[in-house]
Every structure is written in structure tokens, then in C-alpha cells.
């Protein structure tokens, strides 16, 4: 996000185009209850954990843009139209209480000071912690990839 772009500003009667009655006023009772914690804003994208019916707590995001919410995503298996309940809580969040909200740096920012070293410790944490991640290592980077032409010149 640049310095010229500003964020929306969003309502609660924005909230409730997205979701059901019946995810509003849960979402409402979870941000009561204040089942959102490490609530965080990186650029445009809002993310939080969010304590549900499973041992570990959800984890939601939710993308905004100029008009509003872009899109919302949320690792809860809810499925029944509209946004769920923890995605209503971080919304209700942003709106009511924004100052909660920590903003960070975005990730290149974040990344660009540290060292080689930093960087392999970095990833190797995530990977203890996130196992799943290992693929991406074995992911060709585009930085390595061969490079095509398209003809040469003569």
C-alpha cells in the first residue's frame, strides 16, 4: 500500500452483505468473547487466529481493496453461504476496534534487512512449525529457472 492509498472504510452494514444473520450475530459474540487474537494488517490484508470448536484456533484473513472486502478466507470448515463467523470477528475487530490491530511492514520490507544466516533460521523455524512448507524448497525458484527467448538478434 502506498502513502496515497487509503484504506476503506468499513461498516458493520458492510459486514452483513457478506454473511448470514445467524454468522453476524455469532462473529458478534466471538469478538465479545474475544476469541480474536494476533490480530494483524500487512498492506491490504487483515489476518488473525481465531478460537473455535477445534483444539487449535482458526486462521483467517481477509483481503480488502478500495470498495471494501475483496475476499476472506478462513481454515474453519464452514460452508453454509456467505462468510463464517471467525471472519466476522476479525472484521468486527477492524471496524470497532482497529487500534488492536498491529500493523507490520509488508514482507519484502520486513525481509530486506536481514542477513543470509537470518533467512535460513527464519525458514527452518517455519518448517518445524509448518511442515507442509518443505515443497516449497523443492520448488524451482523463478530466479533460476532458464530464461527463454523469444529469436535472437542477428
Known amino acids: 500500500m502506498t502513502a496515497c492509498e487509503e484504506l476503506p472504510n468499513l ?32 498492506g491490504w490484508t487483515l489476518r488473525a487466529e481465531c478460537e473455535g470448536s477445534q483444539y487449535a484456533p482458526y486462521r483467517v484473513t481477509v483481503e480488502l481493496d478500495e470498495e471494501g472486502i475483496a475476499d476472506a478466507y478462513c481454515s474453519c470448515p464452514y460452508d453454509w453461504g456467505g462468510y463464517c463467523k471467525h471472519v466476522v470477528a476479525l ?39 509448518e511442515p507442509d512448507l518443505l515443497t516449497f524448497l523443492e520448488m524451482p525458484s523463478a530466479a533460476s529457472a532458464p530464461r527463454q527467448t523469444i529469436g535472437r538478434l542477428p
Open 91 to 129: 472484521l468486527l475487530t477492524w471496524v470497532r476496534a482497529p487500534e488492536e490491530v498491529t500493523v507490520i511492514p509488508e514482507t519484502d520490507e520486513l525481509l530486506a534487512g536481514k542477513s543470509r544466516e537470518e533467512l535460513v533460521e527464519i525458514i527452518k523455524a517455519m518448517l518445524k512449525r
Open 11 to 42: 461498516t458493520e452494514s458492510d459486514i452483513t452483505r457478506y454473511c448470514t444473520e445467524q454468522s453476524f450475530e455469532r462473529g458478534e459474540d466471538y469478538y465479545y468473547r474475544g476469541a480474536i487474537s494476533r490480530p494483524i494488517r500487512q
